[in-house]
């Protein structure tokens, strides 16, 4: 296919799949390519499968509004689930001759000379370098991509037994051996329950360097008759939806800097704190309970994890991490508490680099500039409306900067996004008379990228977030906020899927 209006997207989490998917069903656009470096299509739901992992926003905003699915089992689906579902998106809509799985995308550079983007890749199965040109790069590689690993852990690589992060799980033997588990998010709250209950395993020790505010998960099975009528009932689905977009956007007030803001914490956090204590093991609640506001960092959804502090096998060792290892054979574990631990296997639950979007790559736009280097100079990532960014033509980011939601659907900003990338092509497009195969080059301009971004970040100081608690919204050496949407999601759905274009804000090149 020719490369005059090629699309590549390097990505095939939802974000990759949901902007395939778009560019057939509302642009009619064929010439388009997926890239994937993983030897499967789902993204973090098929790079993560360790036990117990299941979103944390209900079934029926997890999947995208117009292919709903009517069979979840449970009111938060798992990981397999989840893992099915988008294949069938890529089988229901005929993805698979576009998509390249085990191709991994090192850098892009765009070429002023023809504007088009060179994308460099390395074939993972046949070990060898190539390039592919593309008018326009969407990339879709998502925030939780990159394991923190033995960042700030480097003393464990004088560990002698097994030691592996949550998203490279793999079968192990846990009868028997004694473990140990660094993290106290959300990982470490889905796997925990499951090797103490499932398993059996000589000793589980957890180390977390700071407490969480852990609500209850209200999952359930799915009946039959449900089933049915989100099957055959019209519009049931659909309005399911909505209640559930509302219910969520609802207690977004929760998380503003106000009067109603703060009693709605309030209530939150003595009704969170009241479950934490009625189900914990009473001598853990000191190291359990958090001394922040709620809200300040996104609450853990509870998957076992309260309850099985009471286990004999269990010991919660609150700590700023480890201190050394020791031992002929590297097994004894010094957390920084001074505490030596005999330990066979270690889990690394300490999460993610969020704060390096489209890490590893290396991405040169316009006249060389180096993406990395602008945001490293303004203290982290930002674009224009978290999409694109000025020098770089033709580039567009799903799960960009400042796109996340606070206690919402991920996926329903991904597809807001999607929304807003087909209107920006279809009115550029439409401005070439339709022919789609014109050396095209649209950035936003540069005056109207930061006045957005300035935007955001003075609206974010009406929120409850704060660089005084470590989250991994925000750039720790710079204090900005980087990943999360300053208002609530139906703000967000209006910007990009209503309200019309400012083509003043664009600069479009070739037409």
């Known amino acids: 296919m020719s490369a005059n209006d090629k699309v590549a997207i390097i990505g095939t989490g939802l974000s990759g799949i949901g902007m395939a998917i778009q560019l057939k069903r509302l642009l009619k656009h064929q010439n388009f390519e997926v890239f994937e470096k993983s030897d499967d299509v789902g993204g973090t739901w098929s790079q993560n499968v360790y036990p117990n992992l299941?979103?944390?926003?209900?079934?029926?905003?997890?999947?995208?509004?117009?292919?709903?699915?009517?069979?979840?089992?449970?009111?938060?689906?798992?990981?397999?689930?989840?893992l099915d579902y988008i294949h069938n998106c890529v089988l229901h809509f005929q993805l698979e001759p576009h998509i390249h799985l085990q191709?991994?995308?090192?850098?892009?550079?765009?070429?002023?000379?023809?504007?088009?983007?060179?994308?460099?890749?390395?074939?993972?199965?046949?070990?060898?370098a190539y390039s592919v040109k593309a008018r326009y790069v969407v990339t879709a590689m998502g925030v939780l991509n990159i394991p923190n690993g033995l960042k700030d852990l480097s003393v464990l690589s004088d560990f002698?037994?097994?030691?592996?992060?949550?998203?490279?799980?793999?079968?192990?033997?846990?009868?028997?051996?004694?473990?140990?588990?660094?993290?106290n998010g959300c990982s470490a709250?889905?796997?925990?329950?499951?090797?103490?209950?499932?398993?059996?395993?000589?000793?589980?020790?957890?180390?977390?360097?700071?407490?969480?505010?852990?609500?209850?998960?209200?999952?359930?099975?799915?009946?039959g008759f449900t089933k049915w009528c989100l099957r055959y009932i019209p519009f049931a689905m659909r309005l399911r939806r909505l209640w559930t977009a509302y219910q969520l956007d609802r207690g977004f007030v929760n998380m503003l800097n106000t009067e109603a803001g703060a009693k709605g914490r309030r209530d939150a956090s003595d009704s969170i704190k009241s479950y934490m204590k009625s189900v914990a093991n009473p001598k853990y609640h000191d190291s359990l309970l958090p001394d922040y506001e709620l809200g300040a960092k996104r609450p853990v959804l509870d998957h076992g994890y309260l309850r099985i502090t009471n286990h004999e096998d269990f010991t919660l060792v609150k700590c700023n991490g480890i201190k050394a290892?020791?031992?002929?054979?590297?097994?004894?574990?010094?957390?920084?508490?001074?505490?030596?631990?005999?330990?066979?296997?270690?889990?690394?639950?300490n999460g993610f680099k969020t704060q390096d979007l489209l890490t590893p790559m290396k991405i040169l736009g316009a006249e060389g500039q180096n993406l990395r280097e602008i945001w490293e100079e303004k203290g982290g990532s930002e674009a224009y409306m978290g999409v694109a960014v000025h020098g770089f033509p033709n580039f567009f980011m799903l799960a960009g900067p400042n796109t996340l939601p606070s206690g919402n659907s991920t996926l329903h900003g991904i597809e807001c996004s999607i929304i807003y990338i087909t209107r920006v092509l279809r009115g550029?497009?439409?401005?070439?008379?339709?022919?789609?195969?014109?050396?095209?080059?649209?950035?936003?301009?540069r005056e109207a990228e930061d006045e957005f971004n300035a935007a955001i970040q003075q609206k974010m100081k009406s929120l409850v977030y704060t660089s005084q608690v470590n989250t991994w919204y925000i750039n720790k050496e710079t204090g900005k906020n980087t990943l999360v949407w300053p208002d609530n999601q139906f703000s967000f759905w209006r910007s990009r899927c209503i309200l019309p274009i400012r083509w003043s804000d664009w600069a479009i090149q070739g037409v």
């Open 189 to 223: 709250n889905q796997v925990i329950p499951w090797i103490l209950n499932e398993r059996h395993p000589k000793s589980l020790v957890q180390i977390a360097r700071s407490a969480q505010w852990i609500a209850p998960k209200p999952n359930y099975l799915v009946s």
């Open 54 to 82: 299941s979103c944390d926003v209900a079934s029926e905003f997890y999947s995208y509004s117009f292919f709903q699915n009517s069979d979840w089992s449970q009111k938060f689906a798992s990981q397999p689930e989840i």
């Open 428 to 445: 550029a497009w439409s401005q070439a008379r339709g022919d789609r195969g014109l050396p095209l080059a649209l950035m936003p301009t």
């Open 325 to 349: 290892v020791e031992g002929s054979e590297g097994k004894t574990v010094v957390d920084k508490a001074g505490n030596k631990h005999e330990v066979d296997i270690i889990i690394l639950a």
């Open 103 to 128: 191709q991994e995308c090192t850098s892009i550079s765009w070429s002023e000379e023809d504007a088009l983007w060179t994308l460099f890749f390395n074939d993972i199965i046949h070990r060898k």
């Open 160 to 183: 002698g037994g097994q030691c592996f992060h949550t998203s490279q799980w793999h079968e192990i033997d846990f009868n028997g051996k004694r473990i140990m588990v660094i993290g």
